[in-house]
Nanobody, 123 residues
Framework: QVLLQESGGGLVQAGGSLRLSCAAS????????MAWFRQAPGKEREFVAR????????YYADSVKGRFTISRDNAKNTVYLLMNSLKPEDTAVYYC????????????????WGQGTQVTVSS
């Protein structure tokens, strides 16, 4: 069984920072692509950032480019999302996703999902 477990969400003031973590576990599971998505109330789930196993093919949504940084530690099967200069519009549930396919921004391409972690940015 493959499990993705996010952590690190919380409440932060605008301009602040948070670091999300997502640990992947499961027998011999080492996903090629890991990504972050988010979903705000009343909105569809949207892509945030993704990278492949060698930490290449890194890509960000325009809305977070220059503020967020995605990285991964393959030894720990963990992907991180460092979020700086947070804005109220970043408020959402953040989801970790993983797949053995090529990196993509399409949520439907990811086979494995975490339960999500809430990020709330106050103005």
């Amino acid at each position: 069984q493959v499990l993705l477990q996010e952590s690190g969400g919380g409440l932060v003031q605008a301009g602040g920072s948070l670091r999300l973590s997502c640990a992947a576990s499961g027998r011999t599971f080492s996903p090629y692509t890991m990504a972050w998505f988010r979903q705000a109330p009343g909105k569809e789930r949207e892509f945030v950032a993704r990278l492949n196993r060698i930490a290449g093919s890194i890509y960000y949504a325009d809305s977070v480019k220059g503020r967020f940084t995605i990285s991964r530690d393959n030894a720990k099967n963990t992907v991180y999302l460092l979020m700086n200069s947070l804005k109220p519009e970043d408020t959402a549930v953040y989801y970790c996703a993983a797949d053995n396919g090529a990196p993509t921004t399409n949520a439907q391409s990811y086979a494995y999902w975490g339960q999500g972690t809430q990020v709330t940015v106050s103005s």
